[in-house]
């Protein structure tokens, strides 16, 4: 493995396991409500509701990183 490889290995498992800690945050917040109706959806995410997604800013990051390595292996491979 290169140095490449164990930075992305370890920045996916610094992802991960932030993602896990949010989730169970977020749960643990949905079983206090009493009523069956949503909260109210933060203005600013009202005014932004792709940018302030943390799934799409997911997609978005891990789509860069993809295209990122793809285009690292394609100009340091040699044909």
Same mark, same amino acid.
């Given at each position: 493995? *290169?140095?490449?490889?164990?930075?992305?290995?370890?920045?996916? *498992?610094?992802?991960?396991? *932030?993602?896990?800690?949010?989730?169970?945050?977020?749960?643990?917040?949905?079983?206090?409500?009493?009523?069956?109706?949503? *909260?109210?959806?933060?203005?600013?995410?009202?005014?932004?509701?792709?940018?302030?997604?943390?799934?799409?800013?997911?997609?978005?990051?891990?789509?860069?990183?993809?295209?990122?390595?793809?285009?690292?292996?394609?100009?340091?491979?040699?044909?």
């Amino acid at each position: 493995m *290169t140095m490449l490889d164990i930075v992305l290995a370890v920045l996916g *498992t610094i992802i991960l396991i *932030t993602g896990l800690f949010y989730t169970f945050n977020i749960s643990k917040n949905t079983k206090y409500q009493t009523n069956g109706y949503d *909260t109210e959806v933060n203005p600013k995410v009202q005014d932004h509701p792709y940018t302030r997604n943390p799934i799409f800013l997911t997609y978005i990051i891990a789509g860069v990183l993809i295209i990122g390595y793809i285009i690292f292996r394609a100009l340091t491979s040699q044909w």
